[in-house]
C-alpha cells in the first residue's frame, strides 16, 4: 500500500538566493535519490518559507523494489580445467559471493563466455531508507553560502531549529546537525508562534494547518497574492515582477501597506527611486493613474501585525535616509558634464590583460562606426561614435557605486544633463538590453532603439573577441564573463531589429582595434572567427528554442551549414523554411529529396568536381538534366539574390526533382571511367550547391515525409 510522506526542515530565516537554490533543485534532486534507492512514488512538491523548506512525496512505496542484479565472474575457461572441475578462480569467486556450485550460470558476452551468478537484492522498509536519504539530499544542493552553527559541522545556509519526518502517520526517525526527527512543527513565528503537531503526512492536512497558523506554504499563492494586492488594493497596473518574487521569499503571508517619501526627490530618475526603493528594502515603487512615480511606496509586510503606523514611519524614515544619500551623489556627479568623466576610465581595468576600460571606449568608437557602415547606416556613424565615447563614462560616477544595476540609466541621465542628443542619450541608456534572456524579441525591438542596439551588438562583440582572444571561453558550466549572456544578446538583437552585416567582418574589424588599443590576443584572428562563430551558433539555438532531435533543430543545421556569416539572414532562412515545410510538405520534401540523394553521391569525394562538360555526356538524360540546369538556373539565382527563399524553394524541387529521381534509376554515376565519373559528379555538385550554398543543406534532415 503506497504512503504519503512529508519531511519539513525548519530553520532560521532563509537567504533569498538559498531558497532559489532550493526551488529551482530540489525536486530533481529528491526524484534522483528515490530512483536510485529503487523507491517508488507518483508524485513530488517541493515548498518553502523564510523558516521551512518542504518536501512532500505523494504514494511512496512501503519498501524498495526487488532487483534483479547479474554479476560477472571469471572467463569460463579460467574457471573449469580440462576435466571440467572448478578452478581456484573460481572457487575464489563463488566465496566471495557466498554462492555455490550449483548457481553458477555461463552468460555469453561480446568479451566471450562468462561465468556468472544472478541474485535478487530485496528491499528494505522505506522508512529506513529516507532516515539515510535526507542527510544525502541536504549535502547535494549547492547553496551560495554556508555555515557551521554545531559540533557534527554540517554546513548549510542557516541553523536547522526543527525537523518534521513522517511517513503516513509514522515518525521517520532520525537525527541531524544534533536535531531528532518529530511530528512537531511551528507557525507564523510572530502571529502563531507556538509549536503544535502533525497527525500525518498528507499535503492537504498540512497545509491546511499551517494556513490556520499564519502560513502559506505555496510560494506560488504568496506570490498571487502579492500582485492581486498591487493591482485591486493599491491599483497598481505595472511593477516589478522580480520584486513581487522576492517579496514573497520573504514573507510566510503576504500583508501590504503604504507609505511615503518626501517629493523633493521626485526630481531624481524614476529608475533611480525604484532601485533605491527595491534594493534596500524591498518597496515597490508607486504609479500614479498616468503610470507615473508618485511620492509613495508599497511593503509587503510578514502578516498583518499592531502596531502599523510604527512599521510605517520606519519604512519611510530608513527610505528618506537612502533618497537623500542618492540625491547628494547625484548632485555631486552633475557638478561636471559626463565626458568630463572619460579620462578617469584608465583607472579601472578590462578582464585583466587587456587594457584599461579607456582602452574600450577607445576600440568601441570605430567598431561602431564600422558597424553602421557595415549595416548600411553609415549616417548613423558619428552619433554611434558619441554613444561609445561616452558609453562607460557613468562607472566612475558615485550613483552607480552606490547602485551598480543602473549603469547605462545613469549615463544616459547624466547625457541628458550635459546636452546630448536625446538618440544619443537613449542609446546609452540602452546598451545592456536585454536584461533577460527569456524576453520576447519582439517586445525587445518596441523598447530599444536602432542605434542602442547597434551599439550593444558592437558592445559584446568587442568583449568576446577579448575574452575567446585570450581564452577566456566558458568551460562546462563556469562562465565568470557572462559570455553566453553577452552572445545570447546579440542573438536576440539581430533578430528582433534583421541587422544585416558579415559577422566575420566585424570580429576581424574588432580584432585589428585590439592590437592598436589595449591587445595582447593570444589567438589569430582566423582562430577567434571560428571558435565565436561556434559558441553563437549555439546561443542562435537557444534563441529559437529547438532542441536536439527535432525537426526544426535540424533544419537550423542546415541552414547554419550553408552560411552562417550574416545572423539576420540565418533567422529569416530558419523562419521561412520551418512555416514552409508545415504549409507546403510536398514542396518540401521535393527540394529536400534533391538535397538529400545529390549530397550523397557527393559524400566522400575526394576528386575535383569543378565543371561540367558536355561534351563528355554519353547518355541523353544526361543531356536533358544538364538542359533543365541551364534553363532554371538563372530563375533560381535571382529568387536566391532577392532572399526570396519560399520561391526558391518551391522552384528548386518543381525544376528537378522528377528529372533527377529518373535520371538516378537510369545512369549510373560512379561508373569506372574517371573522366565521365568526375563530368557526372560535377552535374550533381552544381546542382546541389544551387540550393545548399545559399539556402541550407537539408541532406541533414531525418525522415521528411510528403
Not at 300 to 323: H, P, T
Not at 529 to 535: A, D, N
Amino acid at each position: 500500500m503506497s504512503t504519503p510522506a512529508l519531511i519539513e526542515i525548519g530553520t532560521e530565516e532563509f537567504p533569498l538566493a538559498s531558497l532559489d537554490v532550493f526551488y529551482a533543485a530540489g525536486k530533481e534532486l529528491l526524484a534522483k535519490l528515490l530512483t536510485k534507492n529503487r523507491l517508488d512514488f507518483t508524485g513530488l512538491r517541493v515548498e518553502a518559507t523564510p523558516r521551512r523548506l518542504v518536501l512532500s512525496i505523494e504514494n511512496l512505496a512501503p519498501k524498495q523494489r526487488e532487483e534483479k542484479t547479474t554479476i560477472l565472474g571469471p572467463a569460463h575457461d579460467r574457471a573449469y580445467d580440462a576435466s571440467g572441475n572448478p578452478t581456484p578462480a573460481l572457487e575464489g569467486f563463488l566465496k566471495s559471493q557466498k554462492a555455490s556450485p550449483k548457481e553458477v550460470k555461463i552468460q555469453e558476452i561480446p568479451r566471450g563466455r562468462y561465468v556468472a551468478l544472478e541474485k535478487i537484492q530485496k528491499g528494505e522498509a522505506t522508512a529506513k531508507i529516507l532516515s539515510q536519504l535526507l542527510p544525502e539530499l541536504l549535502a547535494s544542493f549547492t547553496f551560495p553560502k554556508t555555515m557551521r552553527w554545531e559540533k557534527t559541522s554540517l554546513r548549510f545556509p542557516r541553523p536547522i531549529r526543527w525537523i518534521v519526518a513522517l511517513y503516513g502517520r509514522s515518525v521517520i526517525s532520525f537525527s541531524l546537525a544534533g536535531i531528532k526527527t518529530g511530528r512537531s512543527s511551528f507557525g507564523h513565528r510572530f502571529l502563531a508562534p507556538r509549536t503544535f503537531s502533525l497527525r500525518q503526512a498528507g499535503w492537504k492536512e498540512y497545509e491546511k494547518e499551517l494556513r490556520r497558523r499564519h502560513v502559506i506554504v505555496s510560494l506560488e499563492e504568496r506570490e498571487t497574492l502579492i500582485r492581486k494586492g498591487l493591482k485591486t488594493k493599491f491599483h497598481q497596473r505595472q511593477f516589478d515582477p522580480d520584486l513581487v518574487h522576492e517579496t514573497a521569499l520573504l514573507v510566510e503571508e503576504p500583508f501590504l501597506i503604504q507609505g511615503k517619501f518626501s517629493g523633493t526627490y521626485r526630481d531624481l530618475p524614476e529608475e533611480v527611486l525604484a532601485t533605491c526603493m527595491k534594493k534596500y528594502q524591498k518597496i515597490f515603487a508607486f504609479r500614479d493613474e498616468k503610470g507615473h512615480l508618485a511620492n509613495r511606496f508599497i511593503a509587503v509586510m510578514n502578516g498583518r501585525r499592531a502596531g502599523l503606523k510604527r512599521i510605517q514611519e520606519d519604512y519611510e524614515n530608513v527610505l528618506e535616509s537612502r533618497l537623500r544619500d542618492a540625491h547628494y551623489f547625484n548632485d555631486e556627479d552633475t557638478k561636471e558634464p559626463l565626458e568630463k568623466k572619460v579620462p578617469r576610465l584608465g583607472e579601472l581595468a578590462f578582464l585583466g590583460r587587456l587594457g584599461t576600460v579607456l582602452d574600450r571606449v577607445n576600440r568601441l568608437r570605430p567598431l561602431a562606426a564600422e558597424l553602421a557602415r557595415l549595416v548600411g547606416h553609415e549616417d548613423w556613424a558619428k552619433s554611434l561614435e558619441q554613444v561609445a565615447s561616452l558609453s562607460k563614462a557613468d562607472l566612475v560616477t558615485h550613483l552607480v557605486g552606490e547602485f551598480p544595476e543602473l549603469q547605462g540609466i545613469v549615463g544616459r541621465e547624466y547625457a541628458r544633463a550635459a546636452g546630448e542628443t536625446e538618440e544619443v542619450a537613449q542609446a546609452i541608456g540602452e546598451q545592456y538590453f536585454p536584461k533577460n534572456l527569456a524576453e520576447d524579441y519582439k517586445q525587445l525591438a518596441k523598447k530599444v532603439s536602432p542605434l542602442g542596439a547597434l551599439f550593444g551588438i558592437a558592445d559584446r562583440i568587442d568583449l568576446l573577441v577579448g575574452a575567446f582572444g585570450t581564452r577566456l571561453e566558458p568551460t562546462g558550466s563556469e562562465d565568470p564573463y557572462a559570455l553566453r549572456r553577452a552572445s545570447g544578446s546579440i542573438a536576440k538583437l539581430v533578430r528582433a531589429f534583421s541587422f544585416r552585416f558579415s559577422l566575420s567582418a566585424l570580429i576581424r574589424k574588432a580584432y585589428e582595434l585590439y592590437k592598436e588599443n589595449g591587445g595582447k590576443l593570444e589567438l589569430s584572428a582566423e582562430e577567434i572567427c571560428r571558435k565565436l562563430g561556434e559558441f553563437l551558433k549555439d546561443r542562435v539555438a537557444f534563441e529559437l528554442q529547438v532542441k536536439p532531435g527535432t525537426r526544426p533543430f535540424e533544419i537550423l543545421q542546415g541552414v547554419v551549414k550553408s552560411s552562417f556569416d550574416d545572423l539576420a539572414d540565418v533567422f529569416r532562412r530558419f523562419d521561412v523554411l520551418s512555416e514552409f515545410s508545415s504549409r507546403h510538405p510536398k514542396a518540401f520534401f521535393k527540394t529536400s529529396k534533391i538535397v538529400e540523394r545529390t549530397a550523397n553521391i557527393l559524400k566522400g569525394v575526394k576528386e575535383p568536381v569543378n565543371s561540367v562538360d558536355p561534351n563528355l555526356f554519353q547518355v541523353p538524360l544526361e543531356k536533358e538534366l544538364f538542359g533543365i540546369l541551364q534553363k532554371r538556373e538563372p530563375e533560381l539565382k535571382a529568387a536566391l539574390e532577392k532572399k526570396d527563399y519560399e520561391v526558391l524553394t518551391q522552384l528548386y524541387g518543381d525544376a528537378f526533382f522528377d528529372s533527377l529521381h529518373h535520371f538516378f534509376d537510369e545512369v549510373m554515376v560512379n561508373v569506372e571511367d574517371v573522366t565521365v565519373r568526375r563530368n557526372r559528379l560535377a552535374l550533381m555538385k552544381r546542382i546541389n550547391i544551387l540550393y545548399t550554398e545559399g539556402v541550407a543543406d537539408l541532406s541533414l534532415l531525418s525522415q521528411v515525409k510528403e
